[in-house]
């Protein structure tokens, strides 16, 4: 078995405490998911103080990189929540560096990716969920639940529609997360899938000649999942500011 | 114009009454035709910046492999999670009010319904911002 760890696709998702701390009877050891929540960050932190320290009229290369970031986002929010949605600009450009940083670490050999746990995503989802509920009634009052009936149709299926509008919208937090937390774990795995094949190949006598072919799938799937990392960061985004944009405008 | 024509269709017998009307061409003429030609070649690359521009925004969501397994996934979670949500929901009802699998199955179909609805709305396209 020991030796078979390395082998294992799994493994690499395992949360591990680093130090052990139970308080009132509640499991809160900081754990190896932990340490790289805080060591993303802090590296975000660093990056935006870093870019912005020096606001100089010609950008250095940090300061182009964090400026290039925020017009992205920017455009992103303004795109699809309008200049009303610029208000909750922080929040989603703290979960776009987020998501994009936890995606592009967890590439990192060695490392552990943060967003391939449902836990973290769901949390992440709930969050802009519950925003989109608190903003939407305490800006609308009631009126917010506008958002769920739809105009323009006959009586009689206003209830049903009602119905399916409330299912719809209760999916969306469990599709926002499982999209990121699905994406990001079979990539891993299907990287730790073709790592293993080059292993067992290349200790498998005269087959060794063909373990070039998954070391070839080895390195085109790491580029898609560079790809697909940042993909769902800005998707996470994307859909962040349209679900935000229902509770700035309910209604339809 | 017509010069194109004079060349395309019949150029070697008319090669001599090509230049005469080029000769004939008055110095107005001459500015008109290198005003059009400015023009025309500034529009051309008006329009290749437009197709840059389109280029860059579709690049922004990855190549086609990329783009479509992001739809592909996106489609997916949308459909599943409706309908997962419409049964938990109709399930937990009977659970509470005893009525059998009579309120599973009518959320069954209605989270259906809004996986349809989901898959609807991100083919329509994202509203942007809405106005009142």
């Not at chain 1, 990189?65 to 610029?86: C, I, N, P, R, W």
């Amino acid at each position: 078995m020991a030796e078979e760890s390395g082998m294992d696709p799994i493994h690499q998702f395992a949360v591990e405490p680093i130090v052990n701390l139970h308080l009132f009877g509640i499991n809160a050891s900081f754990t190896n998911s932990a340490l790289f929540m805080v060591a993303i960050v802090a590296i975000v932190t660093i990056f935006m103080l870093v870019g912005t320290s020096r606001r100089s009229l010609v950008p250095s290369r940090w300061q182009s990189m964090a400026e290039m970031s925020y017009e992205f986002v920017a455009d992103t929010v303004q795109l699809s929540a309008g200049k009303a949605g610029m208000r909750f600009f922080p929040f989603i450009f703290s979960l776009f560096m987020f998501v994009l940083l936890a995606n592009l670490i967890g590439l990192v050999p060695y490392t552990f990716s943060v967003t391939s746990q449902i836990v973290v995503t769901a949390a992440l989802a709930i969050l802009v969920i519950s925003m989109v509920l608190v903003y939407g009634f305490f800006k609308h009052g009631f009126h917010f639940l506008k958002l769920f009936v739809p105009s323009g149709v006959s009586p009689f299926l206003v209830p049903f529609l009602v119905l399916i509008e409330v299912i719809s919208f209760a999916s969306r937090p469990i599709s926002l997360s499982v999209r990121l937390f699905a994406n990001i774990l079979a990539g891993h795995i299907t990287l730790k899938v073709m790592g293993g094949f080059v292993a067992a190949l290349l200790g498998a006598g005269a087959f060794a000649i063909l373990a070039p072919l998954p070391w070839i799938a080895t390195v085109l799937f790491f580029a898609l999942e560079l790809l697909v990392g940042v993909l769902q960061a800005y998707v996470f985004a994307i859909l962040s500011c349209v679900y935000l944009n229902d509770a700035i405008h309910p209604g339809h | 114009m017509a010069q194109n024509m004079n060349s395309g269709g019949r150029d070697d017998a008319n090669k001599d009454a090509a230049g005469q009307d080029a000769a004939r061409e008055t110095p107005d003429d001459a500015a008109l035709r290198a005003r059009l030609d400015t023009l025309s070649s500034r529009l051309d690359a008006r329009q290749k910046d437009a197709g840059t521009d389109e280029d860059s925004v579709a690049d922004l969501s990855g190549s086609s492999l990329g783009k479509a397994m992001n739809l592909g996934f996106r489609v997916l979670a949308e459909f599943v999670a409706a309908v997962g949500v419409g049964t938990l929901i109709g399930w937990q009802l009977d659970a509470w009010f005893h009525t059998g699998p009579i309120l599973l199955i009518v959320f069954l179909i209605l989270g259906t319904a809004a996986g349809f609805l989901n898959i609807y709305r991100l083919a329509a396209g994202p509203t942007g911002p809405k106005r009142g």
